[in-house]
């Protein structure tokens, strides 16, 4: 690359801060990146309609099913955002359509993966409140609650990201869509750096309460068992497994998009940047993002391994072996109370 294209040109006569001299290289992306993104689509278009098919019948008697139905139609329209990337991405799509991504579907793709995450945090709350205070009722693990909760959630992110919407009002050009931060004007971009620290600080916070949540949910089933003096290493390993599966997969698909997510909107907003370094931050942030697009085929698992009435609804068989098992020892019942069989 020519050193004049190393050099990342800022001001424009509005003092908008912009790389618009930076060339955005987008070989990889065009590449590489639609395949993966058909693929999560594919994966994350089965793996949802069966989901939904499957909570269509389970009524929501309890908070973790009202919260997991949520997660389920976010996943779902993130789902459905992604073939509007995948053919902008691989330039099968007219440039118009990649305005239309920048102005809609990436605010909207975005919402849904804030949304999920915060209703996994919701989710793991739930359950430590659960393991706790299994008999107190504190005023989160009423079903209205959960329901206004989960609704305030959905809100809060749609006035979130809405001037993102509006503020992209610049007139778009085959170029200027190459990147979307290029159709904001000032207080768009403003807006869409306020965001997205925002967004880091929620990711955040949310992921520290919930190993703080998953320590002591592990702390107490591991007392339980000793108290019973039951060396089933087996099932406590399950247990154990079980504890951790959300933070695992939480923790996975969103930490490395998070880390990239900083210095790419640095690069997006700051005066200077050397151009080599925007384009690698870039291809960062999109294999990183397509990291946290997998959460739509991951969070069918959780459903699976979590949500026993789903297991039931899917498999069908073994319903009346399970409940057999339920609350002869009163490691099941912990274990019990950590999934969802319970309102
Ligand atoms: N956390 C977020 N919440 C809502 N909208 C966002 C968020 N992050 C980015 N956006 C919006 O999504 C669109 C695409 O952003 P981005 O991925 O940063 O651009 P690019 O595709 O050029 O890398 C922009 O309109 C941006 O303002």
């Not at 004049?4 to 424009?12: L, M």
Request: a positive charge; one cysteine or more; proline letters at 4%.
């Amino acid at each position: 690359m020519g050193d004049f294209a190393n050099k990342s040109i800022v001001s424009n006569s509005s003092g908008v801060p912009s790389s618009a001299l930076c060339h955005r290289d987008t070989t990889v992306i065009q590449m590489v990146f639609p395949l993966l993104y058909t693929l999560v689509f594919l994966l994350g278009l089965v793996l949802n309609s069966l989901a939904f098919w499957a909570f269509f019948h389970i009524p929501s008697t309890s908070t973790f099913i009202v919260y997991l139905k949520n997660i389920l139609v976010s996943d779902f329209i993130m789902t459905l955002m992604l073939p509007l990337k995948i053919l902008t991405d691989s330039g099968l799509g007219p440039w118009q359509l990649k305005a239309f991504v920048c102005r809609f579907s990436a605010v909207v793709f975005y919402d849904t993966m804030y949304i999920s995450i915060v209703l996994l945090g919701l989710i793991a709350f739930d359950r430590f409140l659960k393991i706790v205070r299994p008999f107190g009722k504190f005023w989160v693990q009423n079903l209205t609650a959960a329901k206004i909760l989960a609704g305030l959630v959905w809100l809060f992110f749609f006035v979130l990201s809405l001037p993102n919407m509006i503020l992209s009002n610049k007139k778009a050009t085959p170029q200027s869509v190459k990147k979307c931060a290029s159709l904001k004007n000032y207080f768009g971009l403003k807006w869409h750096e306020a965001v997205n620290y925002i967004c880091q600080l929620i990711f955040w916070t949310v992921l520290i309460l919930m190993l703080l949540f998953y320590i002591i949910i592990a702390k107490k089933v591991y007392e339980s068992y000793i108290k019973t003096q039951k060396k089933d290493k087996k099932s406590k390993q399950r247990i154990k497994g079980k504890v951790f599966i959300i933070f695992t997969v939480f923790f996975l698909c969103f930490a490395p998009f998070h880390f990239s997510r900083v210095p790419y909107t640095l690069s997006q907003t700051t005066t200077q940047m050397d151009c080599r370094m925007q384009n690698q931050l870039f291809v960062a942030k999109e294999s990183t993002l397509w990291l946290a697009a997998t959460n739509v085929c991951m969070d069918p698992l959780i459903y699976m391994f979590l949500c026993k009435p789903f297991v039931e609804k899917v498999l069908c068989r073994r319903v009346k072996t399970f409940q057999k098992t339920v609350h002869t020892n009163p490691n099941t019942e912990l274990d019990t109370r950590m999934t969802a069989t319970e309102s």
